[in-house]
């Protein structure tokens, strides 16, 4: 399976401010996804990280809020900006791994967001 | 698009006992259904999936069920051990993963 790791693995922001969590993979994956687990709740994707080209965003996510970078096949970024409390979450990184009827999907250990 | 719904939200047994945890989703076209399970403060790890092909497989302890006509799936664990308390998600597939609700199992030595 993939190695993933992420950057920070925490952090205490202000109001008002942006935080741009790095997800780095020591493979190179096809797909990488961004997602964002809130205190107690399941995991919501917000955006599959597309190389090359601009991220595909879910319902409810927006590029000016959740601006995500693909630059190559092993790294991505996604930047939190303008937070606010609600923002407050594990901000998690994932990417598929293998292929065709192998192919499965595999978390980074998170970036825990607390935001005053 | 795709939901998933999950049953319970929580489980409790005792040692031994044997847990499910089930599943249903929306979209027909999902054909890939991981399971995942989440310790606390820990990342999310793949426990075992099943294909749309396939109607059960089992690891060790571990089965998971595939019933595509009604559009739910299970999870099975046998011979429970307090190490498996964790939150346990399920999650369909098209190209993306949608998860459930989670089920928070406490197995009680």
């Known amino acids: 399976s993939a190695v993933i790791s992420q950057k920070p693995s925490r952090d205490i922001c202000q109001r008002g401010t942006s935080l741009t969590i790095q997800c780095q993979v020591d493979s190179q994956v096809t797909m990488m996804f961004w997602y964002r687990q809130q205190p107690g709740q399941s995991l919501t994707l917000i955006a599959t990280a597309n190389q090359g080209s601009e991220a595909t965003y879910e319902s409810g996510f927006v590029i000016d809020k959740f601006p995500i970078s693909r630059p190559n096949l092993t790294f991505s970024t996604l930047t939190v900006s303008n937070m606010s409390p609600e923002d407050s979450s594990i901000y998690l990184c994932?990417?598929?791994?293998?292929?065709?009827?192998?192919?499965?999907?595999?978390f980074g250990p998170g970036t825990r967001l607390l935001v005053l | 698009g795709e939901n998933v719904e999950q049953h319970p939200s929580t489980l409790s047994v005792q040692e031994g006992d044997s847990a499910v945890i089930k599943c249903t989703y929306s979209?027909?076209?999902?054909?890939?259904f991981p399971w995942y399970k989440q310790e606390l403060g820990k990342r999310p790890q793949l426990i075992i999936d099943?294909?749309?092909?396939?109607g059960e497989k089992k690891d060790q302890r571990i089965a998971v069920t595939l019933n595509k006509t009604a559009k739910h799936f299970s999870l099975h664990i046998t011979e429970t051990q307090p190490e498996d308390s964790a939150v346990y998600f399920c999650a369909a597939s098209t190209d993306k993963l949608i998860f459930g609700t989670g089920t928070r199992l406490q197995v009680f030595p």
């Open positions: 979209d027909s076209a999902s054909n890939y």
């Open positions: 099943i294909r749309s092909n396939v």
């Open positions: 994932s990417v598929a791994s293998g292929t065709g009827a192998q192919e499965t999907q595999y």
